[in-house]
Every structure is written in C-alpha cells, then in structure tokens.
C-alpha cells in the first residue's frame, strides 16, 4: 500500500506560478496529477513513469506545467506557471502500479486557486 502526501497548494494571481508536491511511502510505477473543479469531472492534468521520465500533459496546461521527479525524495513535482483562473480546481496527486491498472492510489488533494 502506498501512501501518498501533497502539499504546495494555495491563492496566486492570474500570472503566477505555484508548486505541488507529492511524496510517496513506496515505489511507484506512474505518478500524476489530476484536478477537479466545482461542478466539473476531474481530469487528468499530467503524469510521468517513474523509471523513463517519460512524461504526458493535457493541452489546457503544455507549455506551462511541468511534472517532474525526486528518485531520493520518492516526490513528484508539478510547477505550475502562467496560471489562469481555469486553473482553480482541488488537485490530486494519483499512482499506479502500472499502466494497465487503475490509479489505485490518491492523495487528499490540495486547493489551487487562482484570481483574475
């Protein structure tokens, strides 16, 4: 079972930058990011595989999210720069075990929220 930890959320203006992070208890196969906003489904925002790097982004966030990860720390990062008021939502941080099994395991999410 793996436990996962976020923090960094917070308020930021139109413009500015936040960072989330994510630490995990155990290795993991896939982290990522989701978010959900009131009234809306969540949705993915992006992931990386641990082992490549190899990373994925939704359009709404390329160019200006980054994902990244800390093998000592066992972290995943999300910068999140250029923020836009769409951007507010509650984001989760999510991993799986591999890429045919479900994110089996969630964070407690942590708000983002951005003001015009």
């Known amino acids: 079972q793996v436990q996962l930890v976020e923090s960094g959320g917070g308020l930021v203006q139109a413009g500015g930058s936040l960072r989330l992070s994510c630490a995990a208890s155990?290795?993991?196969?896939?982290g990522g990011w989701f978010r959900q906003a009131p009234g809306k489904e969540r949705e993915s925002v992006a992931t990386?595989?641990?082992?490549?790097?190899?990373?994925y982004y939704a359009d709404s966030v390329k160019g200006r999210f980054t994902i990244s990860r800390d093998n000592a720390k066992n972290t995943v990062y999300l910068q999140m720069n250029s923020l836009k008021p769409e951007d507010t939502a509650v984001y989760f941080c999510?991993?799986?075990?591999?890429?045919?099994?479900?994110?089996?395991?969630w964070g407690q999410g942590t708000q983002v929220t951005v003001s015009s």
């Open positions: 999510a991993a799986r075990n591999n890429d045919y099994s479900p994110w089996g395991y």
């Open positions: 155990g290795r993991i196969f896939r």
């Open positions: 990386i595989r641990w082992n490549s790097g190899s990373t």
